[in-house]
């Protein structure tokens, strides 16, 4: 199993990035992708998801309205548009899969998971 991000970077407050995780080695529309973000010092939060059988969607509340997640599943691919970005976005953004349709965007939910991407947004 394997869950590689990509796509992060640098981007100026107000600016839009966005982040691809590419899926191998498991049935992906069979999943829940999700979204995670880890600023330093902080916990893990949960950013979104989206079931991918279903094309359900969830999002954390900081990021509510300016984010969206989709997905491809021809590319084994979910993606996370990010748009009026602004500096507490600031993270390592993390990719994770579950075989649960749980809704949820807890951390323990959650059995695979990528490397992440990092996202800097500067003030």
């Known amino acids: 199993v394997q869950l590689v991000e990509s796509g992060g970077g640098l981007v100026q407050a107000g600016g839009s990035l966005r982040l691809s995780c590419a899926a191998s080695?498991?049935?992906?529309?069979?999943?829940?992708i999700a979204w995670f973000r880890q600023a330093p010092g902080k916990e893990r939060e949960g950013v979104s998801l989206?079931?991918?059988?279903?094309?359900?969607?969830n999002y954390g509340g900081s990021v509510k309205g300016r984010f969206n997640i989709s997905k491809d599943i021809a590319e084994n691919t979910v993606y996370l548009q990010m748009n009026r970005l602004k500096p507490e976005d600031t993270a390592v953004y993390y990719c994770?899969?579950?075989?649960?349709?749980?809704?949820?965007?807890?951390?323990?939910?959650?059995?695979?998971w990528g490397k992440g991407t990092q996202v800097t947004v500067s003030s």
């Open positions: 994770a899969g579950t075989d649960c349709f749980c809704y949820g965007l807890e951390t323990h939910t959650y059995d695979y």
């Open positions: 080695g498991f049935r992906f529309d069979d999943y829940t």
């Open positions: 989206i079931e991918i059988p279903y094309g359900s969607t």
